[in-house]
């Protein structure tokens, strides 16, 4: 190895530096989710590649991977602008990293020096850390890994921003940031609404950011005797006739803030117009999902929704047989049709599979895992604790992690569990880190 090369390579921004993890299924469903976009309409083309051709590698596929990076060199040099050109610094970057990770010394040297010259050509403005070309599309990717690195994409958008205060896709991107429900407890309602509300003055045709705009305004307490159907319906409408999907998860989730029969009603009206779309099914699978969970007594009615759901998930594992979140679903959905068979299968399978799991998701799954357990009670001596102290132990503070935890300080409590030691331990570990 060429270690004075490789010491080069590290100080470059790109997605190889960028600690994105090498978990096989985040990558495959990000992949998959790449595959539900209209790559006509996108105006993430190049993001996208690059994007793409770090999981490509990732996942061992090196073809795939080179022809992406390619692929957004490509489209970057048919725009022929300065701002374009600035943009190569991340590809190149990609470009002698995969050349370098392949052992093709002379190409990834020559990459490598092709990045410094654009380094040169296009510095970072002052006061800002990177160019905002580099800055923004490190910011678009972060987004879309776990907590942490969605915190630092706001940081990353902005200071993007401060350099190109104008730019409509630092400003959506910043906007669809500060709206996820994990970062939501970080801003203001106002705080926001005002970024909403300037992404769609500089984006006025973005349905996701529009209809993210009236879910956000529906929430405000102030707000919920007010009325928006006829705004978001005339989104939805816009999904139908372009067949473009962006937007579709917030509108649904709109009217599933009003009612989850209202949802369904809606999610069935674009399902008759794309029968075979793996994005809509998915949607709509959810929405009879969380009907199911709303239903606390077994009924026809239920068995009838779960079946409906067990069907649309199947199919959507058709397109995407790796998707975490829809093999997690269908086995709470075949647990809810009694095929305690079937849920195993998943559940087992997707234990197996644990060390593609990035720190999160593991956790979820143990924690999934032992509520399966605990209502299904196959054993004897209650299995679901343990999974339950698995899932706490991940260093992880978002809600699963404390329901795990209330659920091990009940069990102490009862002292009936023969855990009860490690129990004790364990929880005393946990109150030790958070000092």
Same mark, same amino acid.
């Given at each position: 190895?060429?270690?004075?090369?490789?010491?080069?390579?590290?100080?470059?921004?790109?997605?190889?530096?960028?600690?994105?993890?090498?978990?096989?299924?985040? @990558?495959?469903?990000?992949?998959?989710?790449?595959?539900?976009?209209?790559?006509?309409?996108?105006?993430?083309?190049?993001?996208?590649?690059?994007?793409?051709?770090?999981?490509?590698?990732?996942?061992?596929?090196?073809?795939?991977? &080179? @022809?992406?990076?390619?692929?957004?060199?490509? +489209?970057?040099?048919?725009?022929?602008?300065?701002? %374009? #050109?600035?943009?190569?610094?991340?590809?190149?970057?990609?470009?002698?990293?995969?050349?370098?990770?392949?052992?093709?010394?002379?190409?990834?040297?020559?990459? @490598?020096?092709? +990045?410094?010259?654009?380094?040169?050509?296009?510095?970072?403005?002052?006061?800002?850390?990177?160019?905002? #070309? +580099?800055?923004?599309?490190?910011?678009?990717?972060?987004?879309?890994?776990?907590?942490?690195?969605?915190?630092?994409?706001?940081?990353?958008?902005?200071?993007? &921003?401060?350099?190109?205060?104008?730019?409509?896709?630092?400003?959506?991107?910043?906007?669809?940031?500060?709206?996820?429900?994990?970062?939501?407890?970080?801003?203001?309602?106002? #705080?926001?609404?005002?970024?909403?509300?300037?992404?769609?003055?500089?984006?006025?045709?973005?349905?996701?950011?529009?209809?993210?705009?009236?879910?956000?305004?529906?929430?405000?307490? %102030?707000?919920?005797?007010?009325?928006?159907?006829?705004?978001?319906?005339?989104?939805?409408?816009?999904?139908?006739?372009?067949?473009?999907?962006?937007?579709?998860? +917030?509108? @649904?989730?709109?009217?599933?803030?009003?009612?989850?029969?209202?949802?369904?009603?809606?999610?069935?009206?674009?399902?008759?117009?794309?029968?075979?779309?793996?994005?809509?099914?998915?949607?709509? %699978?959810?929405?009879?999902?969380?009907?199911?969970?709303?239903?606390?007594?077994?009924?026809?009615?239920?068995?009838?929704?779960?079946?409906?759901?067990?069907?649309?998930?199947?199919?959507?594992?058709?397109?995407?047989?790796?998707?975490?979140?829809?093999?997690?679903?269908?086995?709470?959905?075949?647990?809810?049709?009694?095929?305690?068979?079937?849920?195993?299968?998943?559940?087992?399978?997707?234990?197996?599979?644990?060390?593609?799991?990035?720190?999160?998701?593991?956790?979820?799954?143990?924690?999934?895992?032992?509520?399966?357990?605990?209502?299904?009670?196959?054993?004897?001596?209650?299995?679901?604790?343990?999974?339950?102290?698995?899932?706490?132990?991940?260093?992880?503070?978002?809600?699963?992690?404390?329901?795990?935890?209330?659920?091990?300080?009940?069990?102490?409590?009862?002292?009936?569990?023969?855990?009860?030691?490690?129990? &004790?331990?364990?929880?005393?570990?946990?109150?030790?880190?958070?000092?």
């Amino acid at each position: 190895m060429d270690f004075p090369l490789k010491c080069h390579l590290e100080k470059l921004e790109c997605h190889f530096t960028w600690d994105l993890g090498c978990y096989k299924h985040k @990558l495959q469903e990000l992949s998959d989710d790449f595959h539900d976009m209209d790559q006509q309409t996108c105006t993430w083309q190049v993001h996208n590649n690059n994007l793409l051709g770090y999981i490509q590698y990732a996942l061992g596929s090196n073809k795939k991977a &080179l @022809l992406h990076f390619c692929k957004a060199e490509s +489209v970057i040099q048919e725009q022929g602008t300065e701002e %374009a #050109e600035a943009r190569l610094q991340v590809n190149k970057a990609n470009m002698a990293w995969v050349h370098f990770l392949l052992g093709n010394t002379a190409e990834s040297k020559a990459y @490598l020096e092709e +990045v410094e010259k654009l380094q040169q050509m296009h510095p970072a403005p002052p006061g800002c850390m990177l160019h905002p #070309e +580099v800055s923004g599309e490190k910011a678009w990717t972060l987004v879309k890994f776990d907590y942490s690195k969605k915190r630092q994409s706001i940081d990353l958008f902005r200071m993007a &921003l401060k350099a190109e205060p104008e730019r409509k896709e630092w400003h959506k991107g910043l906007a669809s940031a500060m709206s996820r429900p994990l970062l939501m407890s970080e801003f203001t309602t106002d #705080e926001v609404l005002k970024q909403l509300k300037r992404a769609i003055e500089l984006d006025p045709d973005s349905v996701f950011l529009q209809s993210l705009y009236w879910l956000k305004l529906s929430e405000v307490p %102030a707000n919920y005797k007010n009325n928006y159907d006829k705004e978001v319906q005339s989104l939805l409408q816009k999904n139908i006739d372009t067949g473009n999907m962006e937007g579709l998860g +917030v509108i @649904l989730q709109y009217f599933q803030n009003i009612s989850v029969d209202k949802a369904i009603q809606e999610g069935e009206r674009v399902r008759e117009k794309f029968p075979t779309s793996p994005r809509v099914l998915r949607n709509v %699978a959810n929405l009879y999902k969380s009907k199911v969970y709303s239903m606390n007594k077994d009924s026809r009615e239920k068995q009838a929704l779960v079946e409906m759901s067990i069907d649309l998930f199947e199919e959507v594992l058709k397109h995407y047989p790796r998707n975490f979140k829809v093999k997690l679903s269908l086995a709470t959905m075949y647990q809810n049709a009694h095929n305690i068979e079937k849920a195993n299968e998943i559940y087992s399978e997707l234990l197996l599979e644990k060390d593609d799991l990035p720190p999160d998701r593991l956790q979820y799954l143990y924690y999934s895992y032992a509520c399966y357990l605990f209502h299904s009670r196959q054993s004897r001596e209650d299995e679901s604790i343990l999974f339950y102290m698995k899932a706490a132990e991940i260093p992880d503070n978002r809600g699963c992690r404390q329901k795990c935890i209330k659920v091990l300080e009940n069990t102490l409590k009862s002292g009936r569990d023969p855990r009860c030691e490690d129990i &004790l331990c364990l929880l005393q570990r946990i109150r030790q880190e958070n000092i």
